[in-house]
């Protein structure tokens, strides 16, 4: 059976001799040596059961073999890490940049979104409008007459007078506008 030292002389020759070549290579030399179940730390285990005078000998010898290992595996990361940002890779800085990947939808959004794909399965169209209207998509086009409520002063935003231009007050003008110019009756609308 091969003594603590002779071990200890056959790995650090194999520590010394050990050449990295991708990332798993550095992996390779951690977990073999300086893991907690690697060479190293077998060593230690049977230093245990050691004579008292073997002890004196054999601990500054593992000490100095867990250090040089240590030491090792370190200037390889550093290698590798330094070849890594000094290789001559060319970027393409016109290309669009990759969005962040974390978090997720808010809940309201997630049921908003399953609404519309229930409506959209049924048939309806989603569309969307300006939210400053003029006189003619709000109220002229759907048929209200000049007295009518909602015309009044106290139940509509207007930005201008003459030319009437409001806040939009109802979704309908909306869908004015969508059959205005899609003249799509066979497909009914949901507007926002």
Same mark, same amino acid.
């Given at each position: 059976?091969?003594?603590?030292a ?5 790995l ?5 001799n ?6 798993d ?5 951690r977990?073999?040596?300086?893991s ?6 077998e060593l230690f285990?049977? +230093? #245990? %059961?050691?004579?008292? *005078?073997?002890?004196? !000998? ?5 000490? @100095?073999?867990k250090? $040089?290992?240590?030491?090792k +595996? #370190? %200037?390889?990361t550093e *290698?590798?890490?330094s !070849? ?5 890779? @060319?970027?393409d800085? $016109? ?28 048939g ?6 300006p ?29 201008e007078k ?10 309908s003008?909306v869908?004015i ?7 799509n ?6 507007s926002?």
């Amino acid at each position: 059976m091969e003594s603590i030292a002779e071990k200890v002389t056959s790995l650090k020759a194999e520590i010394e001799n050990f050449r990295h070549k991708a990332i798993d290579d550095l992996e390779s030399f951690r977990l073999k040596f300086i893991s907690k179940k690697g060479a190293i730390s077998e060593l230690f285990e049977e +230093f #245990k %059961q050691a004579s008292v *005078e073997e002890k004196k !000998s054999l601990g500054k010898v593992l000490n @100095e073999l867990k250090q $040089s290992a240590e030491t090792k +595996f #370190k %200037q390889l990361t550093e *290698e590798f890490e330094s !070849s890594a940002t000094s290789s001559n890779v @060319e970027v393409d800085l $016109s290309l669009p940049s990759v969005s962040n990947k974390t978090g997720s939808l808010h809940p309201l959004n997630l049921t908003r979104y399953k609404i519309i794909e229930v409506f959209e399965r049924l048939g309806f169209n989603v569309a969307d409008g300006p939210e400053i209207e003029d006189d003619w998509h709000n109220f002229t086009a759907l048929n209200f007459p000049e007295n009518h409520p909602a015309r009044e002063m106290q139940d509509t935003f207007f930005v201008e007078k003459n030319p009437d231009v409001l806040l939009r007050t109802h979704t309908s003008n909306v869908q004015i506008r969508l059959t205005t110019y899609s003249c799509n009756y066979a497909r009914p609308c949901i507007s926002q």
